[in-house]
C-alpha cells in the first residue's frame, strides 16, 4: 500500500465560518494517514483507471516554468489569469462586456470560452500575445459534451454501451476536432451521479453508478487528454460539476442538496476522484448546496478532499456565474464577499461573474487572503496552459480546421456507438408468432409515424454541429427504397392537431408495419430541463394508442435524455427501443438496428421508473428495517401484514426495467456464480495479516454464458456483491465488475472476476474506508435484479 497523498489536514487554514461538522477531522495522524491511503487505494482501482500520463498537469518538470512567470506577474496579472469570460453566446448575468480584446492586453483574463471561430480565437490570442507584458496565453474553452462537430450519442446513450474503450475514442475525437478549431479545454466529462430522471442533467452523465460512472470519468478523461496533453490534438478536460449536483432536491436543477459523508464518499465522490487519477487537468464547482454550503464556497470539497486528500494539481473553474450566485444562496451579502468566499474555499478561476476582477485584488491587499493563496491558484492556471503546450503553440491553423471535421471513420464510430447504446426493452411477438424486431428483410411498406422520425435536430443539443445528420426516415428510405417507406407526423413533440392523428392512423392501416419516433426534443432534457411528468408529453401518447389499435406491428422508439414513464406501451407496444438522443449517425444506426444488421447490446445505467412518484429511483439502495421486497399488490395494502412495508400503497417499489437491463436479438442463459473462496479475511484485505482464522485476500468469481438463441450476439455480463453486518448499512446490491463478451449461438464462455480488496471497502461508522467482517453475496448476472449468488464470509 502506498501512502502517496498527503495526510496532513490543514484545518486551521480554513475559514472559521466554514469548520462544520464537515470539517472535522479524526484526531489521530496515523489513523488519519491510513485511511487516506486506503481511500486512494480503494477508489483509484475501484475506478479501474491506469497512471495518467507523464506529460500532463502532474508533470513535475513544469514547477520550474511555473515559477519563473509567476515571479514576474504583478498582483493586477495574478488576478487576471483567474478571470474567465464568455466571449460568445449565450450572453447572460455576469456577461455582457465588450471590451475583451482591452482587458487581455492588460492581462486581465485568463480564459475565454464559447468563442468558436477560429478567426476570433487567432485574435484575442494574438493580443495576448503580442500586447500583453507577459504574455501569457488565452486558454479557450467550450462545452464540447459528445463530441464537437461529429456528434456521438449523449452521455447516458455512450454509457449504456458498458463500453470505457470506446468512450474514450469518441471523446479523441472530439479532441481532434475541437482542438483543430483551437478549442483546448472542454468542460466535460459531467460525472454527477443521476438518481432521479426528473432532473434533465442526467443526459449528460453516466447514470447512478459509481463504479461505471467511474470508469466512464476516466475514459473521457484519458480520449480528451490523449497520450500527452501537450499534443496539439489534445484538450484538457473538465470534471463538473464538483459536487453532488445530481443530488438536487425534487430532481429540480440547481436544487439544494443533503448528502451524508457516507454516501457523498461512496457514491458522489468516486467519479470525481477517478478522473483525477486519470490525470484530468481541472474540476467545475457546482450551482448546488451541499447540506447548506454552496459547493463553489466549500473548502471540505474543494480544499480538504481534492487537494489534501487526493492530491490534485490542476486548477478549479466556477460553474457559469456561481462565484454571483453565493449572494442568493444566502452566505454572501455582496459580491466582494462572494468572491473572497469563493477564493479561500478552493475556486481557482471565477466563470463569468467578474467578482475576481472586481475584487480580488483587494480582497488580498487588505489581508483577507494571503498572497500564498493568490499565487496558489494562479499556479494552477498556468500548470494547465503550460502542460497544454499552449506557450509554445498558442494559436489555431486557420486554413486546416475544416479538414480535421467529420472524417469518415469518425462517423462510423458514432453510428457504431449509437448502435451499441440503444436498448432493447421489449421484444414481444407480433402477429406471425416471432418477436417483431428484427424486421424481415423483405420489401414490407413501412409507416414511420411521430415528431422525432425525421427531425434533423433529434441527435443532439451541440450548437457547432451542422453536418451530415441523416434521420431515421432518410435511413430508412434509403434501406428498403423510398416507395415503401411513408412518412406521417401525426403529433408534434408537445402539440398536435386531430387532421395529423387521423392521417398518421390512416397511414398505419396501409402499412404492413409502424414505427413510431416519439419522445423528447434535445431541449427537454439537459441543464435547466427538469421535469415533473415523465410521460410522453403533448398528444404523443394518445398517437401512440391510435396506432397500436390500429392492430398493425408497431415498434416503438423512445428518444430521450431520460427515462420515460409509458407503462402503456410497455404492455401494449411489443417492440420497444430506447434510442437516447444519438446523434449525428442516429438514423442508419437504428436502420441497421431495426434490420438486425446490428445486435442491441446496451443496457440500462439508470433504473426505469413506473412512475415519477417513484423517484429518486436507483437500484443501490438500503434495505431498510420493513423492507418490501417485490411487493405484491394484489394484496390488499389494508392487509396489516402487507400494510407496513417501506412500499407504496398505489404502485409496486420495484422499476419498469432495473438498472443493468437490456435485451438482444439473442437470448443468454447464465450458469451459476461460483466462487474461489467462503471465507475472505477483512484484516488481510485491509493490507495486514489474515489472523488465525484464515481467509483469503481476494477473490475470483466466475459464472458460465450461453448464447441460447440462435445469432451471435454482445453481453454486458455484470457482478454486483451484498455485504451484510457492517457498521454502515450497506446496498442490496453494488456493482463491482463488467465485462462485455461476444458469444456464438450455442457457444459457452467462462466470464472471471477478480475481486480485489477496494471492491468491499466501505466508507464506516468511524469515517474511514476499510474492509470490515461481513456476510457476503456475490453475483454475476445480467441485470441488477435477477441471478441467485454465491454466499461467503468476510472474516475479521
Ligand atoms: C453549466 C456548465 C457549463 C457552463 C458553461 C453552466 O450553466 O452548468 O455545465 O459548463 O454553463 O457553459
Redesign the pocket.
Known sequence: MSFSVPCVIPLYSLPKATRSKWTKIPTHAIVCCVFFALLNFAVRAQAQVTAPPASGIADPGLDKRVESILQQMTIEEKVGQLVQY?AGQPTGPGTGRTDYADMIARGQIGSL??VIDPHEINKYQKIAMEKARLHIPIVFGL?VIHGFKTEFPIPLGLASTWDPSLVERASRVAAMEASADGIRWT?SP?VDIARDARWGRMAEGAGEDPFLGSAMAAAYVRGYQGSRLDAPDSIAACA??YVGYGAAEGGRDYNSTEISEHTLRQYYLPPFHAAVEAGTASL?SA?NSLNGVPSTANPFTLKQILRNEWGFRGLVVS??NAVGELIPHGIAADGATAARKAFLAGVDMD?VSSLYHDHLQQIVNSGQATPAELDDAVRHVLRVKLALGLFEHPFVDEAGVTKAFYHPENIALAQSAAERSFVLLRNENGPGGKPVLPLATGAENIAVIGPLGEDSSYPNGVPQGSGPRVSLMAALSQRVGKGHVFRFKGSGVLDGSDDDLVAAVEGAQKADIAILALGETPEMSG?AASRAYLGLPGRQQQLLEAIVKTGKPVVLILFSGRPLTVPWAFEHVPAVIAAWLPGIAGGPALARTLFGEANPSGKLVVSWPRTVGQEPLYYNHLNTGRPAGNTDLTRPPNDITERYLSRYIDEENTPQFPFGYGGSYTSFRYGGTRISTQHLSAAALNGGLAPAGGGAATMIAEADVTNTGSRAGEEVVQLYIQLDGTSVAEPVRALKGFKTVSIAPGETKKVAFELKPEAFAIWNARNEFSVEAAKLKVWISPDSARGTPAEAEILP
Open positions: 464568455s470560452f464559447n462545452d468542460f459531467m463538473k460539476h467545475m450551482f460553474d457559469w466563470m441543464e
